[in-house]
């Protein structure tokens, strides 16, 4: 398995396997159940949630694209505001106040002091099962053991929880709201 760093020239292909990657997520589905709107919107929510990674060195590509992931070094973040919109924008109006109060909630987990935020890692579904996520993990968590840090994340699809688990990551609550998939916040202790 090959991992590598990816730059701008890789975000296209990046951002295509995060986007079949998620099409199988409780969240992501639930927040865009209409496929066509899913497709059109999902490549926008990937740039906002992670995409300074790819201008920091810290997203990763797998094995001509079978997987990647979005990594945020300490100090930078998602880009909330336009995360937000996008999903007010899109979102069904049934469910609007409750992805407020999710976004809400995961602002109440999320570190305060620094520290190696992970908003996306997903692998192409034909490639699930064979190590992909695993090796994507090890090669990033490289750079967090080497500054120290802590790491965290929301796992939003319980499938994925103990491959999280066995790097190390805990989880540390549960955010649910309304009729909304439980999204599971994860802390990984500095190693």
Do not use: C
């Amino acid at each position: 398995m090959t991992i590598k760093k990816a730059s701008a020239p890789h975000q296209a292909g990046a951002i295509g396997v995060l986007t079949l990657a998620f099409s199988v997520d409780p969240m992501a589905r639930w927040s865009l159940p209409d496929p066509e709107s899913y497709l059109a919107i999902f490549p926008s929510i990937v740039k906002a949630f992670g995409g300074s990674a790819f201008g920091k060195g810290t997203a990763y590509i797998a094995n001509d694209f079978a997987g990647a992931a979005l990594w945020l070094p300490p100090g930078v973040r998602s880009d909330e505001e336009s995360l937000k919109r996008l999903f007010d924008e899109n979102t069904p109006g049934a469910i609007k106040e409750d992805m407020q109060r999710i976004f809400e909630r995961m602002e109440k987990f999320h570190p305060t002091g620094p520290h190696w935020y992970l908003p996306m890692i997903g692998v192409d579904p034909v490639y699930q099962g064979v190590g992909v996520g695993s090796a994507l993990m090890t090669e990033a968590l490289k750079a967090v053991d080497r500054d120290g840090a802590i790491a965290y994340l929301e796992s939003s699809n319980p499938g994925n929880i103990s491959l999280y688990q066995r790097h190390g990551f805990e989880v540390i609550g549960e955010i649910q709201s309304g009729s909304s998939p439980v999204l599971r916040p994860m802390l990984r202790r500095a190693q």
